[in-house]
């Protein structure tokens, strides 16, 4: 019933920025969780940055702590993550979720639905 599309990954270089967009169909709820994963080749998907549908509760991994940051635009359905100073270790296919139910936003089976991915890659 909800539908999560991701857009706006690119070649970039080392030091360069990127935004991440996650435009959510269906009736979404106020409740929802949004997360950010990611998944570099021969890895396993790991948390990136999650954020309540309202905003007022956000999380990132240690990693992208003051370089990447999480929003969105209620009007549009859509969720956004900003990437600064990206670098060739944030190289990975993106995943925007969406999830309802568990208490570990950190958890990819804390999520229901998810996007297609789509490919950053950071140039050293």
């Known amino acids: 019933q909800v539908q999560v599309v991701e857009s706006g990954g690119a070649s970039v270089q080392a030091g360069g920025s990127l935004r991440l967009s996650c435009a959510v169909s269906?009736?979404?709820?106020?409740?929802?969780?949004m997360g950010w994963f990611r998944q570099a080749p021969g890895k396993e998907r790991e948390f990136v940055a999650a954020?309540?549908?309202?905003?007022?509760?956000?999380a990132y991994a240690t990693n992208v702590k003051g370089r990447f940051t999480i929003s969105r635009d209620n009007a549009k359905n859509t969720v956004y993550l900003q990437m600064n100073s990206l670098k060739p270790e944030d190289t990975a296919v993106y995943y925007c979720?969406?999830?309802?139910?568990?208490?570990?936003?950190?958890?990819?089976?804390?999520?229901?639905?998810w996007g297609q991915g789509t490919q950053v890659t950071v140039s050293s």
């Open positions: 979720a969406a999830g309802l139910g568990g208490s570990d936003w950190y958890a990819s089976m804390s999520y229901n639905y």
């Open positions: 269906g009736r979404t709820l106020s409740s929802y969780r």
């Open positions: 954020s309540s549908w309202s905003g007022t509760t956000t």
